[in-house]
């Protein structure tokens, strides 16, 4: 019997061996980056050195990811590796997308004219009810409507600022505070030209609607050809 038992042990220790799992509540968890992949993304450039990075990263998998690491490898003219970074985003549903933005890369004598982006790792949860979803992520999203928007010239800069309100309704079954709404702004020739987010300590009940404005930055002349947006918030417990 006890070498029957034994024998099961190292069976079971061989097997679970080397795996990255939990499990809680009848869901677990695992890291895995299959599915996910940056579907599209440029960098803002000042007298020719790299600024800032923009991106979107899809989830085109079945299963909800979060914790999603993406490396930076920032290069010189000459495709030289200068300095690597690391971000951290999410949560990403299955089917759905979130902004990537990388801020203020030239720092440190460090000005880069090129990049790379890579994702490395991220956390897959299966099996997770709605309930659970809530419990541990703490995001949702909502839907959204534009109702005005306005260019003016900025009074800091020679660029030119573009405001945008929208309106957003707390679509899950459940109330929501701490909104966090964030967007990237395309120009016609396909560039993402800026990033802009809004965070508002706040309760959004159920079926409520509130108002966000997102203020973007452009160029003389570059016209805007969409608005992406995406809402998420905590719930109240």
């Keep these: ?11 079971l220790s061989v097997l679970l061996s080397g795996c990255d799992l939990s499990s809680y509540s009848g869901f677990f968890s695992t890291n895995s980056i299959d599915g996910l ?11 020719g050195n790299l600024l800032e990075i923009y991106g979107t990263i899809k989830n ?7 914790n999603v690491k993406a490396k930076v490898i920032l290069k010189d003219s000459h495709g030289n590796h200068l300095k690597t970074y690391t971000e951290y985003c999410g949560p990403i549903e299955p089917g759905k997308d979130i902004p990537l933005w990388i801020s203020s890369l030239a720092v440190n004598g460090v000005y880069a004219t090129g990049y790379e982006l890579e994702i490395v790792e991220a956390t897959e949860y ?3 009810s709605s309930s659970d979803l809530r419990y541990f992520q703490g995001y949702h999203d909502f839907s959204f409507t534009i109702t005005d928007s306005s260019l003016a010239k900025s009074d ?6 573009y405001t945008v309100k929208v309106d957003v309704t707390n679509d899950n079954d459940i109330d929501l505070g701490s909104i966090y709404g964030q967007s ?3 120009l016609t020739n396909g560039l993402i030209a800026d990033y802009s987010n809004t965070y508002v300590k706040t309760s959004l009940k159920v079926g409520e609607t509130m108002e966000l404005i997102f203020t973007y930055l452009l160029n003389e002349g570059e016209t805007v050809y969409r608005i ?8 109240l417990d």
Excluded: A, C, E
């Excluded at 019997?1 to 190292?10: C, H, P, Q, T």
């Excluded at 085109?60 to 979060?66: E, I, R, V």
């Excluded at 992406?228 to 719930?235: Q, R």
């Design 156 to 161: 800091t800069s020679s660029l030119w600022k």
């Design 37 to 47: 992949y940056i579907s599209r993304s440029n960098g803002r450039y000042i007298g």
């Design 60 to 66: 085109s998998s079945q299963f909800f990811k979060n």
């Design 184 to 186: 990237l702004l395309y």
């Design 228 to 235: 992406d947006f995406w809402g998420s918030g905590h719930d």
């Design 1 to 11: 019997m006890r070498k029957n038992l034994l024998l099961v042990l190292i069976i």
């Design 126 to 128: 299966h099996n997770i």
